[in-house]
């Protein structure tokens, strides 16, 4: 521990931070990110009583990194993640998720409605399954903010990206403020191939140890797993349809919605269908965030990180938050730290245990 191998066969790296709380967190990260995304948040909410379960999703840090996109799909990740829980003990769990770990929390809702107590989504607004096939041409000619996972979900993405990793940071982890835009159609690529890839001097929310553990996991595992979400639009339709999954999510079910108001992978129109689909619905728009908002209002890094060099440059940091680390750091782990206790504290469910 903190690694478990599923039924899948997929092995999991994970944090699991105070396991004696009453309620269950399970913390999902995004694109291009890792579970020490939720380094500031892991401490507040084991302080205030919660299990948190932080893994490394497939594809990044310490987990397995399947080549085959097909393992990537919402279906078989919503799989992997109860199977996590059941081996842990958890029954039922809150969700927290962040870009594509938000579309993932959202799709666990609907494939494992019973182990879900509520939903926190950040930085991607809950998204319906589709009722007809969508290429992601089509997608960007709709959403021209989105352009850029053409690129990603192309099969020169990964070795494009591995060549230019201190600059694929520096871009995706810039500050709002100074935020370059790489989200139309052909833009990301360009800037990777561009001169200014080679000497990266471009602000980076990342600092010191952070930076050290994103350019370290990244360089060792790569990122052809990381992109590989990018490739499962069709089969996640084939699947969803095949299953007849509904569009909204359970009338039941407390969502928080948690976004940047500078984040400019945010269609208007993603917000206008979340407010559609999902029936008791808390939005909590973070004015002059970006993208990053579990990073961007919180001071400094914490210390120690227990980074390394070696294969898994993240395994010691999960074994000592696992161990309690935590317990002796202070911090309320910023604006989304703040919101999700706060919004929690509301809900009945914070006294259930959540567990087999």
Same mark, same amino acid.
Request: glycine share 14%; charged share 20%; hydrophobic share 45%.
């Given at each position: 521990m903190p690694k478990l191998t599923l039924p899948s066969g997929h092995t999991w790296a994970f944090v699991d931070a105070n396991p004696q709380g009453k309620t269950t967190l399970l913390c999902l990260h995004g694109f291009p990110d890792l579970g020490y995304g939720?380094?500031?948040?892991?401490?507040?909410?084991?302080?205030?009583?919660?299990? =948190? =379960?932080?893994?490394?999703?497939?594809?990044y840090g310490g987990s397995d990194a399947p080549i085959d996109p097909l393992q990537y799909t919402t279906k078989r990740l919503a799989g992997d993640l109860m199977a996590l829980l059941t081996a842990l003990g958890v029954?039922?769990?809150?969700?927290?998720?962040?870009?594509?770990?938000?579309?993932?929390?959202?799709?666990?809702?609907?494939?494992?409605?019973?182990r879900v107590l509520a939903l926190v989504l950040m930085s991607v607004p809950y998204t319906a399954p589709a009722r007809a096939p969508m290429s992601l041409n089509i997608i960007a000619e709709r959403a021209p903010n989105l352009g850029?996972?053409?690129?990603?979900?192309s099969p020169?993405?990964?070795?494009?990206?591995?060549?230019?990793?201190?600059?694929?940071l520096a871009l995706t982890f810039s500050p709002p403020s100074q935020r370059t835009d790489f989200t139309p159609k052909g833009v990301m690529k360009s800037l990777l191939l561009s001169p200014f890839a080679s000497a990266p001097s471009m602000p980076c929310l990342l600092k010191g140890d952070a930076h050290r553990a994103y350019l370290n996991s990244f360089r060792t595992?790569?990122?052809?797993?990381?992109?590989n979400y990018y490739r499962t639009a069709h089969l996640r339709f084939l699947e969803e349809t095949a299953a007849s999954l509904p569009s909204a999510l359970p009338s039941s079910l407390p969502v928080l919605s948690i976004y940047g108001t500078l984040d400019r992978t945010i269609a208007p129109a993603a917000l206008k269908a979340q407010r559609r689909f999902v029936p008791r619905l808390t939005e909590v728009p973070l004015k002059g965030a970006g993208h990053w908002v579990m990073i961007e209002d919180v001071p400094g890094e914490e210390s120690p990180s227990f980074v390394d060099e070696g294969?898994?440059?993240?395994?010691?940091?999960?074994?000592?938050?696992?161990?309690?680390?935590?317990?002796g750091r202070?911090?309320?782990?910023?604006?989304?730290?703040?919101?999700?206790?706060?919004?929690?504290?509301?809900?009945?469910?914070?006294? =259930?245990?959540?567990?087999?």
């Open positions: 939720y380094r500031h948040q892991i401490g507040p909410w084991a302080r205030a009583g919660f299990r =948190v =379960v932080v893994p490394d999703m497939l594809g029954g039922r769990a809150i969700v927290v998720g962040h870009d594509w770990g938000s579309f993932t929390a959202g799709r666990v809702a609907l494939w494992h409605p019973d850029y996972q053409l690129f990603l979900a020169e993405a990964a070795p494009t990206l591995e060549e230019n990793i201190p600059y694929f595992r790569g990122l052809t797993g990381a992109t294969a898994d440059p993240l395994a010691e940091w999960r074994e000592q938050m696992s161990a309690g680390a935590w317990k202070s911090g309320d782990g910023g604006a989304v730290g703040r919101e999700v206790l706060s919004w929690l504290k509301g809900l009945d469910i914070v006294e =259930v245990r959540g567990k087999l």
